[in-house]
């Protein structure tokens, strides 16, 4: 799994244009044009306390290896309406998605 310093990487790699790392049908009325390849759709997350999940179609969230505080890791967050590539720090027991990268 990626840590921040890599994510960060990346975002610098695509000038901060999330729009260049989404799927371009992820969300429609909107344009992505998705040129590194990465292809995030916006699956949402998973609520810890009670397993259900939210904001699908809206908000891609990813896991960065990287601890943010006791219980809190910082997380790759893409919203379908904002251009730019977000880093926030997330309870560890909610679900977000995992992309894996090669070494």
Known sequence: MPT???????QTYVNDEATKLI?????SGYTYTNET?????FAG???YYNGS???LGFYAYFWS???????????VTLYYNYSNV?????????GFNVRCLKD
């Open 4 to 10: 921040k310093a890599e994510w960060r990487t990346l």
């Open 86 to 94: 977000y880093f926030i720090n997330y309870y560890e027991d909610f």
């Open 45 to 47: 997350f998973r609520i």
């Open 65 to 75: 290896s990287t601890e943010g505080s006791s219980h809190y890791a910082s997380i």
């Open 23 to 27: 799927d371009e049908n992820a969300h």
């Open 53 to 55: 999940f939210t904001s």
């Open 37 to 41: 390849g990465f292809s995030a759709l």
